[in-house]
């Protein structure tokens, strides 16, 4: 009985002593944080895919990963695209790290400010394990952004802000994934935003556009719902897997 119990101990420590190597950046606003309602297949441990906790510590990525609007978060992308890249064996073990922020516009991460110093910060702490690298950036934003005036300039402010992110983070090829705002959107110039998203990749190298194409809300017409969440995940991944820069 001691000897299984020992057994246990040692697997159970060992889940949680892997350090992952693959480390990709979640940032945006809510649908990049997640809002979708969390279910059993949520909480199931995926091997080799953890996430980076507000304390800067590694652990098995069960939803909610964000940690935003703690009373708001839920299922989001992150989960179903490391899954995704974890079953094409595209990657040895996936290192998620959140720091979207609910509600955030494009000029709330323009260099300098609270998410994007909070971003860097933590990128960097991921990056301290061994052989780690960082591998992509995914982006999901512009529903607050969808104005007249912010989205007149949206491409190029995008453009300055993600160049200068790559280089802080000292990997100016970094892989770039954008995803399309909700079809659902009642919001005025969401469509102008989705335009230029994707018209992002031809003008910033390395970047990839991810549609939401048939993608559903969670009743709100704002967010998306669970299964799309995890739809939306997939498609980033094999967004991913079809850059040149990605595997």
Known sequence: MYKLLLLVTVAFADAFAEQPTDIFLLIGQSNMAGHGVVEAQDKRRIPHVFTLTKEKTWVPAID????????LIGVGLG?????????????RSVGLVPAAFGGSALEEWTPGSEHYRNAVARVKVALEGKNARLRGILWHQGEADSTEARSATYAV???????????????????????????FLKMNLSEKINLQLATLPL?????????????????????????SLREFGRRYALAWLALPSGR
């Not at 909610?64 to 009373?71: A, V």
């Not at 993600?162 to 705002?181: K, S, Y």
């Open 203 to 227: 003008s910033i190298p390395h970047t990839g556009f991810v549609s939401s194409q048939g993608l559903k809300h969670k009743g709100d017409e704002i967010h998306f719902d669970s299964p």
């Open 79 to 91: 989960r179903s695209f490391a899954a995704t890249l974890i079953q094409y064996k595209a990657v």
């Open 64 to 71: 909610p990963i964000h940690f935003d609007k703690p009373s």
């Open 157 to 183: 402010r995008f453009t300055a802000f993600i160049q200068q992110l790559r280089a802080d983070l000292g990997t100016p090829d970094c892989p770039v994934l954008v995803g399309q705002l909700g079809e």
